[in-house]
């Protein structure tokens, strides 16, 4: 899945930096799972995950990536779909062979839709946004009808977050649709089987909750990695729609505003993304952890000052411990510059702070 800060692409660099730095353990937490591709990489790797972030669609990615361990047998839908081999293909074949329904998301995401045709809304078209309603109303059924359990009910979930999101007519982030058409978004709908990690015997945890009130939820841990946001975007307003899908609609519609039809969203917006208020929260957050070792991802570009960072490191941990890495990528680039917006180079540098508490 699209998504700003998504880790996919770094993961060798974390992997040096575990290795390099010595870093051990078989239990860690990662408050701000985004994707889950961190957590994802850290659970084959060895370790019992928790993870955790304030958005409902990364609870689901969450779940779906690191909590399920077995792969779903789907055993409530045995009647009435065809069968053929691996159940999760079987049911995900289903999934991709239904009509179009429209919805909520073809109402207010589509241009044929009536609020969709009123704000001139272009984030799927027509039959897209009319798929993309066929399969989450058949997901809500099954999940209500009690023929789905919670590891079934998110991995499906995620096949259509994911399936969704490839064919948004959008940059990479929600915040703005593209005025034409582009050639994915003209793509049909089509769900794949989520690439699971599963058999690893491992006992992996997903929270909904803010990093700080997580840490007053958890035992001792070996590892505390942390990759807060590295601007002021609210991450509820530039993935409003993955939002949306991943909750549902059905006991009480979202009520839109503005052109992107943005759902109220007070409770999901972060400390983190406020410049006045990440450095006090990373110095509560590294002071309320109970782990061993904190590995922080941080981009040489990001609100939380290098001072900042070094400082709170230092504090909480042990004398001679605190190490910085640093490797230079290209650059995630959502849009193009513009007369309001310059970027400063096409590369960027991703930073990983460490440092051992004990």
Known sequence: MRYIGNKRKLIPFIRQGLEELGIAGATACDPFAGTASVARFLKSHGYAVTTSDIMSFSYVLQWAYVVVDRRPEFRGLADGLERHGDALHDVIDHLNRLEPRPDFIFEHFC????????????YFTPDNAALIDAVRRTIWAWREEGRLNDDEHFVLLAALLEAADRVANTTGVYAAYVKSWQPNAEKRLRLRPPRLVTGTGRRCRAFQLDAIELMGKLEPFDL???DPPYNTRQYAGYYHIPEIIAEGWYTEPPKLRGKTGLP??????????????????LEELVGAAPCRHILMSYNSEGIISEECIEEVLHERGLPGTYRRLKQTYK?????????????????????LYYVRTA
């Open 111 to 122: 241009p044929d839709g009536h609020g969709g045709s009123e704000h001139e809304r272009r």
């Open 331 to 351: 650059r995630y680039r959502s849009d193009r510059d513009s007369e309001t917006r310059r970027y400063k180079g096409d590369r960027v540098t991703e930073l």
């Open 224 to 226: 505390l990695y942390l």
């Open 264 to 281: 109220e969203d007070g409770n999901k917006r972060s400390d983190w993304s406020r410049r006045r208020r990440c450095e006090l929260a």
